[in-house]
């Protein structure tokens, strides 16, 4: 398969610790990095080479991956972590192609 | 710190040509791909193409072919051509950096409409 599939739609209450989840089998080959995307404004980068964060991204997020599965942990989401998640990675079909995810909506309650 | 600032003819009627350019500021360009995405009126990212500053380019199949995107190092910019455009190409369009196989700096987005 050449897709990688998310969950539409995540809940989680405030303070608590949500799992994103993003499955395909590029996966098990290349590292997955994770984008946050507010409505209006342009995605940011989270997370990237499975657990790396870029500046100035809060250490509550973090990454993992396991077989065709990549997630991205947020322990203690906040009310601003409410948001778009998007996966991507390289297609298991050939290097130079690139997939997203189908995102997911994360909601703080 | 490095940004990019993209532009681009927002309206257009089915079978014309979209044109973006996104240009690079405060950074290097040289030794990255950089890359367009875009993103339908509530839908999700899509991966259109990328490009390093050799001018080596990958393109998604899915555009069969129409769009082309260029280079020009002397200013730092690069550019996204895409032909024949229909409804289906409405969506708010990105450029980006490629830093190891992730995408770290984006452009604001530019909305483009097809419309008849």
């Known amino acids: 398969s050449s897709e990688l599939t998310q969950d539409p739609a995540v809940s989680v209450a405030l303070g608590q610790t949500v799992r994103i989840t993003c499955q395909g089998d590029?996966?098990?080959?290349?590292?997955a990095s994770w984008y946050q995307q507010k409505p209006g404004q342009a995605p940011i980068l989270v997370i990237y080479?499975?657990?790396s964060r870029p500046s100035g991204v809060p250490d509550r997020f973090s990454g993992s991956s396991s077989g065709n599965t990549a997630s991205l942990t947020i322990t203690g989401a906040q009310a601003e972590d409410e948001a778009d998640y998007y996966c991507?990675?390289?297609?298991?079909?050939?290097?130079?192609?690139?997939?997203f995810g189908g995102g997911t909506k994360l909601a703080v309650l | 710190q490095v940004h990019l600032q993209q532009w681009g003819a927002g309206l257009l009627k089915p079978s014309e040509t979209l044109s973006l350019t996104c240009a690079v500021y405060?950074?290097?360009?040289?030794?990255?791909?950089w890359i367009w995405i875009r993103q339908p009126p509530g839908k999700g990212l899509e991966w259109i193409g990328e490009i390093n500053d050799s001018g080596s380019t990958s393109y998604n199949p899915s555009l069969k072919s129409r769009a082309t995107i260029s280079v020009d190092t002397s200013k730092s910019q690069f550019s996204l051509k895409l032909s024949s455009v229909t409804a289906a190409d409405t969506a708010v369009y990105f450029c980006a950096r490629v830093y190891t196989n992730a995408f770290d700096i984006w452009g604001q987005g530019t909305e483009i409409t097809v419309s008849s």
């Open positions: 590029s996966l098990r080959r290349y590292y």
């Open positions: 405060d950074g290097s360009f040289s030794g990255y791909y």
């Open positions: 991507a990675s390289r297609g298991s079909t050939g290097y130079n192609l690139r997939l």
């Open positions: 080479n499975k657990n």
